[in-house]
């Protein structure tokens, strides 16, 4: 239960932080990762707490839709961080296959692939908004996203 606290106390915290210091980029991740949290609660009181035995359809989905939102923001950005981001969301959705494919997978081996990089895409949205923050700061206002 503390851990619980921790994390979305954690959650709330980069959030806040990545919309108020952060550019687009740091903005649209912060929402990504808020609204999978968000997401991830309705689909729970929709279809109860996952046993973690087998692939719950709702997380399945989710994690599809923010690695394709995190890839998106990676790619575009002219910023280096939300590549760790995405990659870290690479391993959420390979644990969703891996479960697929085995199912008499190890139930916490799933739920550390599936649950532990959200804990991760938190820091590394936190370090990289301090990042933008010290950049704006050295060398003024700068393009979020990269050029075509």
Do not use: C
Request: a positive charge; charged letters at 15%.
């Amino acid at each position: 239960m503390v851990w619980l606290w921790l994390l979305r106390t954690a959650l709330l915290a980069t959030v806040l932080f990545a919309a108020r210091k952060g550019d687009e980029p740091e903005q649209l991740v912060a929402t990504v990762l808020l609204s999978t949290f968000v997401l991830d609660v309705g689909n729970h009181m929709l279809f109860g707490d996952p046993a973690w035995y087998t692939v719950n359809p709702g997380h399945l989905v989710i994690d599809i839709w923010a690695f394709f939102t995190l890839l998106w923001v990676a790619l575009y950005a002219n910023r280096g961080w939300p590549l760790w981001v995405s990659a870290s969301q690479v391993l959420v959705v390979l644990g969703h296959v891996a479960k697929l494919w085995e199912v008499d997978m190890v139930r916490r081996a799933y739920w550390t692939m599936t649950q532990m990089p959200f804990l991760f895409q938190l820091v590394v949205l936190a370090i990289g908004t301090g990042a933008h923050v010290a950049r704006q700061r050295r060398i003024g206002r700068y393009h979020s996203w990269r050029l075509a």
